[in-house]
């Protein structure tokens, strides 16, 4: 029996959740796309393999990393009996990828519009996307997927392209400034009709308000 770790990296771009998929080149499935991962080393513990294939496939390395769940389905590997613990990755649009020659053909894929997936990947994903959507309420996943400076409009999008869903403007921003969760900045972005305000994260009060068993259902 062989472990290999796969990561579910998210971003989004336009407004659109995506994931970062690699067209293989190696049997099994040759010409494929599969999410990005490998076999782990002898020598290491699982969350070092994952973060050294994100670091590989991506090259970039401080980045929110969660272990997702294991999956051991008998035949999910044509090459034998292979179990995959998997993780998920979010990355800010922002933040640029630097593939090596695994992963020449790395592409970003809107996560609605996905070909046919090497391997159980499809089902890797469908899991990832389910805990995405449900630590929003709880976690600051939907930060994470943000530049450091970021206007309101961003914000709902990173929450609109998670849920799949649109978002009331007024009910979204009045529900923010009841949390008191962002720190405005003297700072703005020009663009569209009018320059827009930015905005910072503040973790502090938000980790106050999740001791407190406050969610932020939107």
Known sequence: ???????????????????????????????????????????EA?????????????????VYLEQLYSFGDVGRDPRGRVITVAYFALISADRPLRADTDAAEAKWL??????????????????????LRNKLEYTTVGFQLLPEKFTL????????????????????????????????LPEYRRGGQ???????????RFEKLRDKGILFPF
Not at 1 to 20: A, E, N, P, R, W
Request: glycine share 6%; hydrophobic share 45%.
């Open 1 to 43: 029996m062989q472990v290999t770790v796969d990561i579910v990296i998210f971003t989004i771009q336009s407004g659109v959740l995506k994931v970062l998929l690699v067209k293989r080149g190696a049997p099994p499935f040759v010409g494929r796309f599969a999410i990005p991962g490998g076999f782990v080393h002898e020598d």
């Open 46 to 62: 699982l969350d070092q393999a994952a973060l050294r294939e994100l670091r590989e496939e991506t090259g970039v390395a401080d």
């Open 110 to 131: 809107a996560v609605g519009q996905l070909p046919t997936l090497a391997f159980d990947h499809a089902k890797i994903i469908d899991y990832a996307l389910e805990r």
């Open 153 to 184: 409009t961003e914000l709902q999008e990173v929450y609109e392209a998670i849920l799949e869903r649109k978002l009331d403007k007024r009910n979204f921003r009045r529900k923010l400034s009841l949390l008191r969760i962002l720190k405005p």
């Open 194 to 204: 009018r320059p827009a305000q930015l905005y910072r994260f503040a973790a502090a």
